[in-house]
């Protein structure tokens, strides 16, 4: 069992920066891919950015590659998502996802694992 808790989300302005963390409880962190997705209003849950759980790999959805970095600290059971030039659309709450797997998922139903999530808003 793996228990996830994000942070570091707020209201920003458009243009602005955030970092959210992901800090996970348990066992073997460095076992599971990590995964970050985002819901915004009316919309369904999508994926954002994914790491591999050994050497670093990592994947981005189109709308956000250049602008968002994940990374993860395997000693500090913690993966970041650092946000720049954020823009309104990417208003959502964001979600962190831990997944047994040594591939990079990028569906939900590939993840075993949920944080609750954490509001994030750019306004312009």
């Known amino acids: 069992q793996v228990q996830l808790v994000e942070s570091g989300g707020g209201l920003v302005q458009t243009g602005g920066s955030l970092r959210l963390s992901c800090a996970a409880s348990?066992?073997?962190?460095?076992?599971?891919?990590m995964g970050w997705f985002r819901q915004g209003p009316g919309k369904e849950r999508e994926f954002v950015a994914a790491?591999?759980?050994?050497?670093?790999?990592?994947k981005y959805a189109d709308a956000v590659k250049g602008r968002f970095t994940i990374s993860r600290d395997n000693a500090k059971n913690t993966v970041y998502l650092q946000m720049n030039s954020l823009k309104p659309e990417d208003t959502a709450v964001y979600y962190c996802?831990?997944?047994?797997?040594?591939?990079?998922?990028?569906?939900?139903?590939?993840?075993?694992?949920w944080g609750q999530g954490t509001q994030v808003t750019a306004s312009s």
């Open positions: 996802a831990a997944a047994i797997t040594a591939t990079i998922p990028i569906t939900p139903l590939r993840y075993n694992y």
């Open positions: 348990g066992r073997s962190f460095s076992s599971y891919a």
């Open positions: 790491i591999s759980r050994s050497d670093g790999t990592t």
